[in-house]
C-alpha cells in the first residue's frame, strides 16, 4: 500500500474509532460490574445481565488485544505499532523538516511506552489467542483456570491503562486534531436503563391486584364417559 498523509489520516481514524468502541464497552461493563451487588434489577434479572457483562468484556478486551498486537514479521497487523512504524518511516514525506524533532520525540516516547506496557499486552494476547479467540485444549473446560494463571491474570486497572494509552498515542499523535464521530451519552443511557427497570417493575408491583374467587376449570368426567361410549359405538 502507497501510504499518503490522506491515508495515515484514515488509517489514524480508523484505530481511533476502534479504540472508542473498545473503551465504551468497558466503561459500560465496570458501571455493571461496580453496581451488581447495589441495584435490585440485578438480582432479578442476573442471568440477562451476567451475559452483558460477559459480552462487553469479550468485546472490548478482543478489540483492545488487536490494537496492541506486535509480531516479529513484516507483515504487521494494522495496529499501534504499525501506526507509529509508518510515522517513522514516511515523517518526511508527511511534515514539515522543522516537526521532525517534535515527531522523533512522539515515536520514541511512544514505543518507550508500549515497552513498558508489553506485560499487559502480552497477557490479553494469551486471552484472546487461548480463549477468546481459540480455544486452547488447556483451558477450554475451565477458562477460570487461565484467568488466575500467571499469564492469564488480569485486573480491570491494567486494562483501563491500555486504554489510556491507546488514546495518549492517537492524540498527540501529529496531523492536526482527530475528528471522527465517536459513542456518546451510553452510561447516561444505562442509568436511564436501570432506572426504567426499577420503576415500571415497582409500578406492576404497586398495580397488582389479587383476583377474588379465581375461576376453576375442571374435568367433566360425565361428559368424558358419554363420548367414550359413543366413540364405542360409532366402532
Not at 498527540?172 to 427497570?197: C, M, T
Not at 376453576?216 to 359413543?230: G, L, M, Q, R, V
Amino acid at each position: 500500500m502507497e501510504w499518503t498523509i490522506l491515508e495515515y489520516r484514515k488509517f489514524r481514524n480508523a484505530l481511533y474509532q476502534e479504540l472508542d468502541t473498545a473503551k465504551s464497552c468497558f466503561d459500560l461493563y465496570l458501571r455493571l460490574y461496580e453496581n451488581q451487588q447495589d441495584k435490585e434489577v440485578f438480582i432479578k434479572a442476573p442471568t440477562y445481565f451476567r451475559l452483558t457483562m460477559e459480552s462487553l468484556a469479550r468485546m472490548s478486551l478482543g478489540i483492545i488485544s488487536n490494537l496492541f498486537e506486535v509480531r516479529s514479521s513484516k507483515q504487521q497487523p494494522y495496529s499501534f505499532k504499525k501506526f507509529l512504524s509508518i510515522i517513522s518511516h514516511h515523517k518526511g514525506d508527511f511534515f514539515k523538516d522543522d516537526e521532525l524533532p517534535v515527531i522523533n520525540k512522539y515515536i520514541g516516547e511512544m514505543n518507550e511506552l508500549l515497552d513498558q506496557h508489553q506485560n499487559i499486552i502480552t497477557i490479553l494476547k494469551t486471552r484472546r489467542d487461548k480463549y477468546y479467540s481459540h480455544f486452547d485444549k488447556t483451558y477450554f473446560f475451565e477458562p477460570e483456570e487461565l484467568f488466575k494463571s500467571e499469564e492469564g491474570r488480569l485486573i480491570n486497572r491494567q486494562v483501563t491503562k491500555l486504554i489510556e494509552l491507546g488514546d495518549k498515542i492517537l492524540k498527540r499523535s501529529p496531523g492536526g486534531l482527530i475528528s471522527v464521530p465517536i459513542h456518546k451519552g451510553y452510561k447516561e443511557e444505562l442509568e436511564w436503563i436501570l432506572s426504567a427497570i426499577t420503576k415500571t417493575d415497582m409500578k406492576l408491583l404497586s398495580n397488582n391486584t389479587q383476583i377474588e374467587n379465581p375461576k376453576k376449570f375442571e374435568w367433566d368426567f360425565k361428559k368424558i364417559d358419554e363420548w367414550k361410549s359413543k366413540q364405542n359405538n360409532d366402532t
